[in-house]
Every structure is written in C-alpha cells, then in structure tokens.
C-alpha cells in the first residue's frame, strides 16, 4: 500500500503543477494578444520612416551627418534586449548563442531585461548600462535608451552599435537578430526588414514600396534640418519597435512552452492513473487470493 501512497503523492503533485501552468499559459496568452497587437501596429510606420529617409538621403551629403558617418577602430557597443522572467522555452539561450556568434569577443553591452544580462555578467563581459522597461511597452521608456547609445557613439567612444533581439514571426516561430543601429547604414534603409511588414501581402507591399522610393518629396525648411530632425526619430522608434518585438516574442514563447508543459502534465497523470488503477487492482486481487486460501485451510 505505501507504494499506491506515493503514486497518489504524485498524480495531486503532477495535477498541482498542471493547475500552475495553465494559469500561467492563460495569463501568457492575454499578454501576448497585447504584445502582438501593439509591434505589429508600428511595423507600418517604421516602414514608412524608412521611405522617407531613402529619399531624404538623396538630397543631402550622407557624410555630413555625424549618425551616418562610417567609422574605423574603436569599440563595439552591443544593446541586449532580453526578458526579464525564464518559462519561455530556449528564447534567451538561442539569442545568446545569436550574440555570441555575431558580437565582436571585447564588445561592452547595454542589456534591457535581467536573464542575458545575468549571463553576459558571468562570461566576464563589460555590461556599460541595464536597463527596465514596462509591460506593456511605453514609448517613453525606448526614448533614453536611445538617447543614452546616440550619446555613447556621438562621443566616439564607441565606433558601432547593434541591437540583438528576438524578432517575431508568429505564435509559434520567433527568430534572433542581430543588426547595425549605429551608425546608420544608408545603403539598407531601402531594403525591406521583416520585422516591418510581416503579415501583408507581399506583392502588394512591395509594389506600394517601388512607388514611394520613387516619389519626388519636397523638404521645408531644409534637406539637412528635416534630417537632423528625422534621425534621432528614427532611431528612438526603432529601438521602441525592437523592443516591441522581443515582448511578442517573449509573450508567445511562453504561452506555449506553458502550453507543452500543461499537455505534457495531463499525459503524466494519465500514465500514473493507470498504473495507480494496476496496482490497486493487483493488491485488491492478492487479498482476495489470501482470503479465498485462508477459507480453505479452515475447512
């Protein structure tokens, strides 16, 4: 009988921790509706930003603007945009071995999100700044944070700056990235970034996309001004954005690692079930066996 007490001990443990996870996939999932919603909202107007500069750019010298000027030398600034909370499957691990594979090995970094921070600390690595941004995301929390690495490569003590986060693709599909935020790559703004347009109709989008490269804009006051204007803008929302994309990221991995784990819990309690009705079955049939032989030896 003690052993039918500890697989009763393990199919209440097993249906406790069945209760956990699917609240927490529940929670996951209503937050991750939010997240989806809010970075695919702003996809367009990054696009839109993008067209803009492509133009904007052929109007004034590209090295007179010290965010676009290509530098040599110096040192590698790396923001790191990571969760705060684990339960959200090998999200964390696969961008850390993302910036790994793609970060120079003295590169310093700037986290956003406590888990990489925790383990770029114990690689040994030179963690410049940490920061925390809310849930849901505010624009006002990407402002510093971009204002903070402008200043930091406007010094020169950094000669480039990237942004490594998880992109969202779907539900079920979010991929590491890493790219060059500073300085700003004139040649790529015209391409098409997945993280601006996913979810169109790519055919419509990239006519639409011809037509507005080739528009003829007209700039007040000033080529230059609308420029100065335009880039620190451009790099705010676009850090927002990426940080936009790491919570959807974040909130969908975890609802269905959460998913996985509530399945995997109810297939255990199955199993134990089951074999908890054996042995009840077994032990019930011994007794029986030792009545009916007790009977007998009576007679």
Not at 42 to 51: P, V
Not at 246 to 254: G, V, Y
């Amino acid at each position: 009988m003690a052993n039918l007490r500890d697989i009763r001990r393990r199919i209440k443990s097993v249906k406790n921790t069945a209760q956990i996870t699917k609240a927490m996939q529940m929670v996951a999932a209503a937050k991750m509706k939010k997240a989806q919603d809010q970075a695919l909202a702003g996809r367009e107007y990054a696009d839109e930003l993008n067209k803009v500069l492509v133009n904007l750019k052929e109007n004034v010298d590209e090295e007179a603007h010290p965010l676009l000027q290509q530098r040599s030398g110096g040192k590698e600034l790396v923001l790191v945009i990571s969760t705060d909370k684990g339960l959200c499957g090998g999200l964390n691990t696969n961008l850390g071995k993302k910036v790994r594979a793609e970060c120079a090995a003295d590169a310093e970094y700037v986290t956003v999100g406590r888990k990489l921070r925790m383990q770029i600390a114990k690689a040994g690595k030179h963690i410049v700044s940490d920061w925390e941004v809310a849930d849901p995301v505010p624009f006002a929390d990407a402002k510093p944070i971009a204002k903070f690495l402008t200043e930091k490569f406007l010094s020169g003590e950094y000669s480039i700056i990237k942004v490594a986060f998880t992109n969202f693709v779907s539900t079920l599909t979010q991929e590491p990235w890493v790219t060059q935020l500073l300085p700003i790559e004139s040649s790529k703004l015209a391409e098409k970034r997945e993280y601006e347009g996913l979810g169109n109709d790519s055919q419509v989008g990239e006519t639409d996309r011809a037509a507005a490269l080739s528009k003829d804009y007209v700039f007040e006051p000033s080529p230059e001004k609308v420029l100065d204007a335009l880039l620190p803008l451009y790099i705010n929302f676009h850090i927002y954005q990426m940080i936009l994309e790491a919570r959807a990221s974040e909130h969908s991995a975890r609802m269905v690692a959460m998913k996985s784990a509530t399945d995997n819990a109810e297939s255990m309690i199955k199993d134990l079930t089951l074999e908890y009705n054996k042995m009840r079955q077994a032990a019930i049939t011994s007794e029986l066996l030792e009545i009916t032989t007790a009977m007998k030896a009576m007679e």
